[in-house]
């Protein structure tokens, strides 16, 4: 979050906040919200990342061709590809993000620490479909002035929460969609079962998805059967060569009317 504000101070001194702001009045706002349109059909969706490196796994893809991973992504049917645009712990870049968006026809999250509104009107100038908002780097009132903003931009946001509490405050902010993490953030442990358990609290017309250490048939068979709408995969799929084989392993156990 240091290296993000940081990295603010340059871009918005290059690009001011309201030459940004001209720039994203000049395009088409819809109200269609794509990303959440194709999480409301039934089944478990799956959003695919497009991650080269993490601070907890370190370089995941040497070799990064991102424009042919989203490629193959998409061809595999995904209901959306996440694109990591931090560039210092995830050697990520917004410009990946930009030309996926121009290239291929599938809803693009940015995945980044939105920490500033300018960051949410970037998004949308990089022709992204749908935002995060991490609960626990945002205050109550932040979270929801961001949730508003991204909505009257048409971009949707998944509000990413770790726990009970966290769940709470997304739903008390508005969220659309809540975003279990599996990871968490502060030790970097892994437990899936955390999705499983929140998923209860949350009501079913609260879209959710499980994200970060899904790995195997039965983690997804799981999942699917818990009613989750949506699964958020990245190093597993990074590190298969092919993706859609890899995609239809993972869905393998899942009975066909809960798969997509
Ligand atoms: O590579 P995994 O374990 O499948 O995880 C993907 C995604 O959930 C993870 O990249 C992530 C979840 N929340 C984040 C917040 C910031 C950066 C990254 C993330």
Do not use: C, W
Not at 22 to 28: G, I, K
Not at 38 to 45: A, D, E, K, V
Not at 84 to 97: H, V
Not at 150 to 155: D, F, I, R, V
Request: a negative charge.
């Amino acid at each position: 979050m240091a290296a993000t504000a940081k990295r603010l101070v340059a871009e918005k001194a290059a690009l001011p906040l309201a030459t940004l702001k001209q720039q994203v009045a000049a395009l088409p706002v819809t109200q269609d919200f794509p990303f959440e349109a194709n999480l409301r059909q039934p089944g478990l969706h799956v959003i695919a990342e497009v991650k080269k490196a993490s601070p907890s796994k370190g370089l995941i893809a040497p070799d990064f061709p991102y424009l042919q991973i989203a490629k193959d992504y998409a061809v595999a049917g995904v209901s959306g590809i996440s694109v990591l645009t931090e560039p210092d712990y995830f050697q990520g870049q917004l410009a990946y993000l930009s030309t996926i968006a121009a290239n291929v026809n599938v809803p693009v999250l940015r995945k980044d620490f939105t920490i500033d509104p300018y960051m949410i009107y970037q998004a949308k100038a990089a022709g992204a479909s749908v935002i995060l908002l991490i609960v626990a780097i945002l205050t109550p009132h932040q979270l929801r002035d961001y949730l508003n903003l991204a909505h009257s931009l048409g971009l949707s946001a998944i509000v990413e929460a770790h726990d009970a509490a966290e769940v709470a405050a997304a739903q008390a902010a508005g969220a659309r969609i809540i975003g279990v993490n599996n990871r968490n953030l502060k030790d970097f442990t892994v437990d899936f079962h955390n999705s499983l358990t929140l998923r209860q609290q949350i009501p079913a017309e609260t879209l959710m998805i499980a994200e970060s250490g899904i790995q195997t048939p039965a983690d997804i068979a799981q999942l699917a059967a818990a009613k989750i709408n949506g699964v958020l995969i990245g190093e597993t799929l990074m590190r298969a060569p092919d993706k859609a084989a890899k995609l239809a392993e993972l869905f393998s156990e899942v009975p066909a009317h809960d798969a997509n």
